[in-house]
């Protein structure tokens, strides 16, 4: 056999001006470069992830994403849909922040010489706890006009698609409504007191105070002659009704979601507030051409802590919000149907978005879809923005997790019986930015077992790039 025939790629060369022979060179010194890093990240995903005996049955799909080169630098079943849990929210954050503009939307009204007509805008931080100023409130108790109250661009429903029905009474599965106040909710407190005579004596129990944050008038009724240990409060399905189980503890307290009923919730429970009543508005069939506003808190200090914790009532609102602004009504179903049509119609493979918040498991998304999303927040908000809003290792819900250094990774999590997910962004140690989306299902393990593996291969390829 002859050299040429033996060796036809030095004979190839010799045919290429020393220009194309550098650029085919290089060319192929990148192919080898990348299929390397692909090889050696997948090694990594095979020891810490896909061997793992905690998530070795789990359908695992990952996408790491170099946004600097443009180019993907590991995909594994990226293209495959999985359940997101609360990874989810990381679009309505994208929602809120690209249409909310610097401040909430608080209340939208019109006026005449004797009355006030409210418009409810979703905004969740009326009268909310983490929120001390109501600029709305003060509004309302300035004005000496009679006060009436809308649902006319209501066009939802109180619990979103595909939720647990049976979680009703848990305080991470609160009603969505048009006019949020107390974040929906109602907060119960027990404390032992001394005897009402002026202290407990030796044979005699300490006495039970039990109380609401805000008071209510609604039906409230006890647990008579059932012993527990645990303070306990829970309301009927579907109405105002609250048993009261009284526990053994020195202070116990319960969160409990209320039911909405549209916008009555807020008639009943503003006027002590506002020191006057509030009429329903009803057979309105549209609102006026032009509405006045005023806005509550500035954005980022919602979606902050809706990234930080999770907060499922936040997330769901802020969807709510953007569809009033964008749609002028608040649908859910309509704002993700315009949103997948308009702003993220570039998504690699179109979702199944269902809700706000993640509770849902109709929700389907891919591992580049959040790549995709997570890249296109960083081009429109910039990282400073991101980095303010996302959680960060040893903080909210990674508290327990990615402490070695500080502000190096900034990501959502995700989490339902089944499901851990983790997307965001990550630093290397040579400063280089890259964009991972990692979702986990139908895994039987211990959730926190498997973050843990998570958080290994992150900080290897942290290391190594």
């Known amino acids: 056999m002859s050299k040429s025939k033996r060796f036809p790629f030095r004979s190839l060369i010799n045919t290429i001006p020393v220009k194309g022979l550098r650029l085919a060179v290089g060319g192929l010194l990148l192919v080898f470069a990348s299929c390397s890093t692909q090889r050696q990240i997948g090694k990594a995903a095979n020891t810490r992830l896909f061997l793992d005996s905690t998530i070795q049955h789990a359908h695992v799909g990952i996408s790491l994403f170099d946004p600097s080169s443009n180019k993907y630098l590991y995909t594994h079943n990226a293209k495959k849909y999985f359940v997101p849990a609360s990874n989810t929210k990381l679009f309505s954050c994208y929602a809120a922040m690209k249409y909310l503009g610097d401040s909430l939307p608080g209340i939208q009204y019109w006026e005449n010489d004797t009355a006030v007509y409210l418009v409810g805008t979703g905004d969740p931080t009326l009268l909310h706890p983490d929120f001390k100023k109501n600029p709305v409130i003060d509004f309302l108790q300035k004005t000496n006009k009679s006060v009436y109250l809308t649902d006319v661009n209501w066009k939802d429903n109180a619990l979103g698609a595909g939720w647990s029905w049976n979680d ?19 907060h119960w407190v027990q404390e032992m007191s001394d005897d009402a005579a002026g202290g407990a004596l030796p044979d005699q ?32 399905r579907d109405e105002n009704v609250f048993m009261i189980t009284e526990g053994k503890e020195k202070k116990k307290e319960q969160d409990v979601p209320f039911v ?99 509770l849902s498991r109709y929700n389907l998304f891919t591992p580049n879809d959040f790549v995709v999303l997570l890249q296109k927040m960083q081009q429109e908000f910039g990282m400073k923005r991101l980095q303010a809003i996302l ?31 983790l997307s965001g962004y990550i630093y290397t140690k040579k400063n280089k930015l890259l964009i991972f989306s990692v979702l986990i299902n139908n895994h039987t393990g211990n959730a926190g077992t498997i973050r843990r593996q998570v958080e290994a291969f992150l900080n290897g390829i942290r290391n190594r790039y």
Do not use: C
């Open 168 to 186: 009703y009474n848990d305080n991470y599965m609160v009603e969505r409504s048009p006019l949020p106040v107390y974040g929906n909710i109602i």
């Open 205 to 236: 129990p300490a006495t039970p105070f039990i109380y609401s944050l805000p008071e209510i008038n609604w039906k409230v009724r006890f647990n008579a002659g059932v012993s527990r240990k645990a303070f306990f409060v829970q309301r009927n």
């Open 260 to 358: 909405t009923h549209g916008v009555q919730s807020a008639i009943e429970l503003l006027p002590d507030t506002i020191r006057k009543q509030i009429n329903y508005l009803p057979d309105l069939k549209s609102l006026p051409a032009q509405l006045n506003k005023i806005n509550s808190h500035p954005t980022d200090s919602l979606l902050q802590p809706m990234m930080y914790r999770s907060d499922n009532f936040f997330a769901e609102q802020s969807l709510l919000m953007v569809s009033q602004v964008k749609l002028g009504e608040m649908n859910n179903r309509k704002i993700i149907d315009t949103l997948l049509k308009t702003d993220l119609s570039d998504l690699p493979q179109t979702p199944r978005w269902a809700d706000g918040s993640g």
């Open 391 to 421: 959680p960060t290792g040893g903080k909210g819900t990674l508290s327990n997790l990615y402490k070695q250094d500080s502000n190096y990774i900034f990501a959502k999590t995700g989490t339902l019986s089944g499901v851990v997910a």
